[in-house]
Nanobody, 122 residues
Framework: QVQLVESGGGLVQAGDSLRLSCAAS????????MGWFRQAPGKEREFVAA????????LYADSVKGRFTISRDNAKKAVYLQMNSLKSEDTAVYYC???????????????WGQGTRVTVSS
C-alpha cells in the first residue's frame, strides 16, 4: 500500500512555471512506476507523464513534451512535475499515481492521490 498526496497547484498566468509535488507514504517509492495525470473541467482524465522504476524510462504526452519534466526522489519518497511555459489548456486537476507498470494508461495504476488544482489564466 502507498498513500499519495499532491501539492503545489495554484493560479498562474500563461507562460509561468509551476512545480507539483507528490509525497508518498507506505511502501518504498522505488517499488513503483509513478505517473501524473490531469482532468480538465468537463473532460476525461488524461495522461501527462510517467517515470519508470528503473529511473531510465520516462513517458510524456505530446501536449506537454518539452515543457513538463517528471522527476523522482526515492529517498524523499517524492515525485515532481516541473511545468514550464504553461498554457490555458493546462488548466486541470493534476493527480499523482503509482503502479507496477510504466504506462500511459490510468487503469493500470493502483494508487492515486486526491489531486491538486492548476489554473492557468491567459
Amino acid at each position: 500500500q502507498v498513500q499519495l498526496v499532491e501539492s503545489g497547484g495554484g493560479l498562474v498566468q500563461a507562460g509561468d512555471s509551476l512545480r507539483l509535488s507528490c509525497a508518498a507514504s507506505g511502501r518504498t517509492l522505488s517499488a513503483y512506476a509513478m505517473g501524473w495525470f490531469r482532468q480538465a473541467p468537463g473532460k476525461e482524465r488524461e495522461f501527462v507523464a510517467a517515470f519508470g522504476m528503473s529511473t531510465s524510462r520516462t513517458l510524456y504526452a505530446d501536449s506537454v513534451k518539452g515543457r513538463f519534466t517528471i522527476s523522482r526522489d526515492n529517498a524523499k519518497k517524492a515525485v515532481y512535475l516541473q511545468m514550464n511555459s504553461l498554457k490555458s489548456e493546462d488548466t486541470a486537476v493534476y493527480y499523482c499515481a503509482a503502479g507496477e507498470v510504466t504506462t500511459t494508461r490510468g487503469a493500470q495504476y493502483d494508487y492515486w492521490g486526491q489531486g491538486t488544482r492548476v489554473t492557468v489564466s491567459s
